[in-house]
């Protein structure tokens, strides 16, 4: 490792302020950061760490709206954000106990990793990304894979999460990282359903449209009978084919039908 300033600030202000020197980086929990830098892929000159800033955390539920504080690690959204089920529950299966316990939602978003958990259920639930300038509807957020609508130095201060009628996250694990090698999350709303899918998209999570227009004709499994997504825009590689890929989008959709019903 190579040197690099560390501070950690207890205001969101002070935070943006340190970041706005050149080469300074926002640190989360630390789980994709510090690896990236411990293998020189990246080097910023100074780290400023959120876990400092307690405006930042927690979980509370008001008006149907669900806010967790950017800096919430994946362990407190577990057991914290029982309002909303099928979030906890997504959370509760990321990575492993040390990395629930260090990661973040806010660093998990800002990574927007093409297989990473929470961008679906950001998406599928028509969340609002708040952050230390704005808001940012989730269907203006993602941008394709590890890039986001986040400026240089911006903050995920809170995540905003309408609560859902009915919802189900459905994540075929890849064993070895546990990450999702197809991950859909299915969200029922009064308005419509909204499906998300991650980590199958060489564009990064995406919604899939076509499902939601028959699970808004009808709430079943069946309704996706006849539905494939097309293979060519899927990512290929060692864990997983395009087909694979394409054929685990349907069936975990359906799965997640079935439990969310
Ligand atoms: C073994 C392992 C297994 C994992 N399995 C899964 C899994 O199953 N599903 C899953 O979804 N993820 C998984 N992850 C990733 C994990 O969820 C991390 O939490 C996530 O990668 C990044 O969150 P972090 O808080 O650690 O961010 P950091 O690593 O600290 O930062 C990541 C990036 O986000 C930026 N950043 C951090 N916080 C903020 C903020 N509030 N505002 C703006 N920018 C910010 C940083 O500058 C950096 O660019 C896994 C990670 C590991 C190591």
């Known amino acids: 490792?190579?040197?690099?300033?560390?501070?950690?600030?207890?205001?969101?202000?002070?935070?943006?302020?340190?970041?706005?020197?050149?080469?300074?980086?926002?640190?989360?929990?630390?789980?994709?950061?510090?690896p990236t830098m411990k293998q020189r892929l990246a080097s910023p000159s100074k780290l400023v760490s959120l876990s400092g800033i307690a405006d930042m955390k927690g979980v509370s539920a008001d008006g149907g709206v669900l806010t967790i504080g950017g800096g919430t690690t994946h362990g407190?959204?577990?057991?914290?954000?029982?309002?909303?089920?099928?979030?906890?529950?997504?959370?509760?299966?990321?990575?492993?106990?040390?990395?629930?316990?260090?990661?973040?939602?806010?660093?998990?978003?800002?990574?927007?990793d093409p297989s990473a958990c929470y961008p679906s259920a950001a998406l599928a639930s028509g969340a609002t990304i708040v952050t230390n300038t704005r808001e940012i509807a989730a269907d203006d957020y993602f941008q394709g894979m590890f890039t986001t609508a986040l400026n240089e130095g911006e903050i995920i201060t809170a995540v905003k999460f309408p609560i859902p009628q009915a919802a189900n996250y459905q994540k075929f694990l890849q064993p070895a990282s546990r990450f999702a090698l197809v991950g859909v999350f299915v969200a029922k709303y009064a308005d419509g359903v909204r499906v998300a899918v991650t980590g199958a998209s060489e564009e990064g999570?995406?919604?899939?449209?076509?499902?939601?227009?028959?699970?808004?004709?009808?709430?079943?499994?069946?309704?996706?009978?006849?539905?494939?997504?097309a293979p060519a825009n899927m990512i290929g590689d060692l864990h997983g084919t395009k087909e694979y890929r394409a054929h685990l989008v349907g069936v975990m959709t359906k799965r997640a039908v079935t439990a969310a019903g």
Do not use: C
Not at 76 to 82: C, I, L, S
Not at 205 to 229: G, H, I, Q, Y
């Open 1 to 34: 490792m190579y040197n690099f300033e560390f501070v950690k600030p207890s205001t969101v202000a002070e935070a943006v302020s340190a970041l706005g020197e050149e080469d300074a980086q926002a640190l989360g929990g630390g789980q994709t950061l510090l």
């Open 76 to 112: 407190t959204v577990a057991a914290e954000a029982g309002a909303y089920p099928a979030l906890a529950d997504l959370a509760s299966h990321i990575g492993d106990p040390a990395v629930r316990n260090r990661g973040t939602i806010g660093g998990s978003l800002a990574n927007n």
């Open 205 to 229: 999570v995406f919604r899939w449209s076509e499902a939601e227009e028959a699970l808004n004709k009808e709430f079943r499994p069946d309704a996706l009978m006849d539905l494939k997504v």
